[in-house]
């Protein structure tokens, strides 16, 4: 009996680790912090880092050294060398199961996404600041006739994704349910974050229909705090001054007699490296089901990897 | 141009003050503080008042003054009286639109209930700790052929019952997005109240089902705190130690990189006043709506109510 069990689980253990390894990921923008904390998710996730990424111009880092074990060759990328094209049909040819993860610079996205959609390779892009209609023209026009797959994110930490959605619902099913409450909104950022957090911009644009102050109130009066000081008096823990992503949202009623508060804190970047292998492991099972049926969907946003997540 | 803008104003005054005092309210409960405070809610919204009330069997408060205004002569409410179905018809030949607020004890919810479906009087109901499956058969069974609509829910708070619905939601649409996250709740009320919170308990069946921790966590972890120190450490001020419902929940990562924290703090009654005054302003437009044309629909909660407020 137990050695049967011990057998069962031994085979699933082995399925599992197969499937992760059988999937390969190029990790581009390296040595961008958001990239290698990406390339370092994949690593433990059982994804295998393939030796290459794309990097900027400046080639000061010619590789890089992942998780002490996996060593990546960084080499220019497109927009800045004319065979990233053929690089990448390269690369899948010796890894068909190769998914790309992109954290660059929002002025390299449009080049890369064109190059992922000619080589058809599926990928995950989380650079934030891109212009996604553009993006999304590029996916459709140039991907036309392209076998593609795309995940498109400008913020890839899936909690805080699943709470906008929740919002988004609340506001369109009970709009002006907190009519005359008060809005207040503090947000914290490391001190180099000069523009006030998107995510906060998005999220107000939902309070703001449920206490129906849509058309009085303004990003200015988003409480923004860039200093250790106040930032500390936060709640921001010490460690976490150079990266952090603190926002506290408040509806008062007019009387002070109810308040309700939502506070989503974020330290570090693992949760949005997290949501990225996440969002590489739901682009390959995309994969293996279009394999089977094709479909007409092949551009995802990180509600449908979340909401995929929650049909398993 | 001046004169014609006063002319269409007064006549919009006019109008809205004369369909919010058409609707005559008999408030059943009172001296019950929550009782007395819908009907203050009740006629700061301008609805009439009538001067009879339904009380429990002590007797000992034979009249009431609300809003040092409307005098209210409280009898012996159905169980109390063998003539409350009889008192109620004729209260209705005087005020035809009637509707019944019940803030009553939770041992007397059937009976009451039971007699305004007999008397075919409109009601609202917020009496918390009812049999609601109980309720629920009173009117279909008893209601059966008897032109009655009703509102019955536990809590009349109606941004803390949209708040509910939207995690309710949440829950259904991405569980487990928030896997492997420690989820800790605390919860603060007046020292008189034994029970823990029932909106809590509500509220954690959804954050478990994000949490993946449904089978795990018990509502014994729920941290309940009932004394002034304890309470006013949590945040709730000094002159709402006696009536108050304060709530955290938060969810935190295994590393714990990544909170987040939903609060819901109530003072006093007003906001639970206020939303019974939302309740009883529709079921008078479901009924003007049914008398238009008649709807299957006659029993109701607060999600309708907010719905129904959210399509206006």
């Known amino acids: 009996m137990m050695s049967r069990l011990f057998l069962t689980f031994a085979a699933v253990l082995f399925l599992s680790v197969r499937f992760a390894s059988s999937l390969h990921v190029m990790v581009n923008g390296m ?35 992942v998780r002490d074990k996996h060593l990546v060759k960084l ?11 053929a690089q990448l049909v390269r690369l899948k040819k010796q890894h068909p199961n190769l998914v790309i993860v992109d954290y660059t610079h929002p002025s390299a996205t449009l080049n890369n996404l064109a190059c992922y959609v000619q080589a058809e390779v599926d990928f995950v892009m989380g650079t934030t600041g891109g212009d996604f209609a553009a993006m999304k023209e590029i996916f459709e026009v140039q991907g036309k006739d392209k076998k593609v797959i795309g995940v ?4 890839m930490a899936k909690q805080i994704v699943a709470v906008q959605a929740a919002l988004l619902e609340m506001s369109r099913r009970f709009p002006k349910s907190f009519e005359s409450y008060t809005l207040t909104v503090t947000e914290s950022h490391q001190a180099t974050k000069a523009d006030t957090s998107g995510t906060a911009k998005a999220i107000v644009t939902h309070l703001t229909t449920l206490n129906g102050a849509a058309d009085t109130f303004g990003n200015e009066q988003i409480v923004m705090l860039r200093n250790d000081q106040d930032s500390i008096k936060f709640g921001v823990p010490k460690e976490a001054l150079l990266g952090h992503a603190f926002h506290t949202y408040r509806l008062t009623s007019p009387d002070k007699s109810v308040s309700f508060e939502l506070q989503h804190n974020v330290c570090g970047r693992r949760v949005y490296a997290e949501g990225t292998a996440d969002a590489v492991q739901f682009v390959a099972q995309m994969r293996a089901e279009a394999e089977k049926k094709p479909k007409e969907k092949r551009l995802f946003n990180m509600i449908d990897v979340l909401e995929y997540g929650g049909m398993q």
């Open 152 to 155: 498109i994110a400008p913020n």
């Open 75 to 85: 080499v220019k990328g497109p927009g800045f060398a004319d065979d990233a094209v």
């Open 31 to 65: 040595p961008g912090p958001m990239a290698v904390a990406s390339a370092e998710s994949c690593v433990d996730r059982g994804f295998e880092l393939v030796p290459l990424g794309f990097t900027g111009s400046s080639g000061r880092t010619p590789e890089l050294l």
